[in-house]
Structures are given as structure tokens and as C-alpha cells.
């Protein structure tokens, strides 16, 4: 079946240390996107690429830092500079970047201790 | 500025209607989605507009018009399930097509 694959689903990490989160999709999709999601609020865009090898900001990108050297794989980094990394971490992917419904992961949840 | 705003909070009893407004300001419009949203779960997809009108699906339909950059959600025969989070997004044009999503509408479906 295809369907766009987060994990893990739980993840603690000590203050001060990166750590990267994967996410993976086989619906041919163009377009990814990174959303972080905090208790009572919406989504918010962290990164999006609309195709291989390019990626944009969104707007809250402090902190994090992308890749896209696949089609299928659009991983994030949490690194120490980001200064409240606790939070739901959605990853979302949609056929191309005009068109049609974003379809998303299962979601990340980080915990920094 | 881009803007979506949706009530924080709704509560419902079971077996009634319900609707959930959506009012945004976004820098181009190429569709107006609505999504699900459970506790600790991805949101799921629920309906799409990019013209105007009503489309239906089950017991949940979706309105939009884009002159009044206003939609709302409506579903009937609430059940203890519909509980949940619903979201509002809009995905932009001019470059951008990023989707642009509201807080969210928290509904409490009563017994």
C-alpha cells in the first residue's frame, strides 16, 4: 500500500544533542512538507520542497535543517540551536506543488530532556 | 498578511448538526481543505473546495466562497467519534503553494 511513513513515533533526546527525524514516502509524490504542531495550536510550516534537490523555509525554520536528495525521503534535523524542540512533528507529502490534498505521516513525537 | 481564523471550540450533543466556520486571507487561492484531527494522531483529509458551492460527502459537506474568503464544515448525525480536532487549510498560489493551515476547531460531541 503506499502511504507516507514517519518514525520513530516516540523519541527522547537530551538537551544540546541533534537528532534527525525520518520521513519516507512511495506515492511518487513532488512536494514534502515539515509542520510542527504544540498543544492547543495549528500547524506550522518548518521547511517544504517541491522537488528533489530544492527545499524553501517556512516559517519557523530556526533550528532545523533539511535535505532532499531523494524523491521519496524529505528527513529533518532538530539541532541544538533550536531553542524549544519538544513538540508533534507532522511530515506531509502532496502529488506536486500546485495541485491536490497534502496526505501525512503518522507524526514524530520529540521529547528533549 | 496571510490569515485563517476558525473558532477555538465547539461543543456538540450526538445525533445533532453541527458547523464549523472558516474565514482566511491568503496571497492566492488554489483550494480550500478541511481535515480530522484526533488526539496525538495525523490529521486525515476530509474534504476539498476550489470553487464556489457546496460539495457533500456522507454525513459531512463543505462550503466555500472565495468572494467572501469564507467556508465552513457541516456535519450531521454527530457521533461520539466526530470528537475530534478540525483544520482548516488554504494552499496558496504565486509561487508559494504551500498550505496554510488555521488552529484548528476542538469539537466535544456530548452524549
Known amino acids: 500500500d503506499g502511504g507516507i511513513t514517519q518514525s520513530p513515533k516516540y523519541l527522547f533526546r537530551k538537551e544540546g544533542q541533534n537528532v534527525t527525524l525520518s520521513c519516507e514516502q512511495n506515492l511518487n509524490h513532488d512536494a514534502m512538507y515539515w509542520y510542527r504542531q504544540d498543544p492547543g495550536q495549528g500547524l506550522r510550516l518548518i521547511y517544504y520542497s517541491q522537488i528533489v534537490n530544492d527545499f524553501q523555509k517556512g516559517d519557523i525554520a530556526e533550528g532545523y535543517s533539511v535535505s532532499r536528495e531523494k524523491k521519496e525521503s524529505f528527513p529533518l534535523t532538530v539541532t541544538s540551536a533550536q531553542k524549544n524542540p519538544t513538540a508533534f512533528y507532522l511530515c506531509?507529502?502532496?502529488?506536486?506543488?500546485?495541485?491536490?490534498?497534502?496526505?501525512f505521516g503518522q507524526g514524530t513525537r520529540l521529547t528533549v530532556v | 498578511g496571510q490569515n485563517i481564523d476558525q473558532p477555538t471550540e465547539m461543543t456538540a450533543t450526538e445525533g445533532a448538526i453541527v458547523q464549523i466556520n472558516c474565514t482566511y486571507q491568503?496571497?492566492?487561492?488554489?483550494?480550500l481543505f478541511w481535515y480530522q484531527q484526533h488526539a496525538g494522531e495525523a490529521p486525515t483529509f476530509l474534504s476539498y473546495n476550489v470553487l464556489d458551492g457546496l460539495e457533500e460527502k456522507g454525513r459531512f459537506s463543505s462550503f466555500l466562497s472565495r468572494s467572501k474568503g469564507y467556508s465552513y464544515l457541516l456535519l450531521k448525525e454527530l457521533q461520539m467519534k466526530d470528537s475530534a480536532s478540525y483544520l482548516c487549510?488554504?494552499?496558496?498560489?504565486?509561487?508559494?503553494?504551500?498550505?496554510?493551515f488555521g488552529t484548528g476547531t476542538r469539537l466535544k460531541v456530548l452524549a
Open positions: 491568503t496571497s492566492g487561492f488554489n483550494g
Open positions: 487549510a488554504v494552499r496558496g498560489t504565486s509561487g508559494t503553494y504551500k498550505y496554510i
Open positions: 506531509a507529502s502532496s502529488i506536486d506543488r500546485e495541485r491536490g490534498k497534502a496526505f
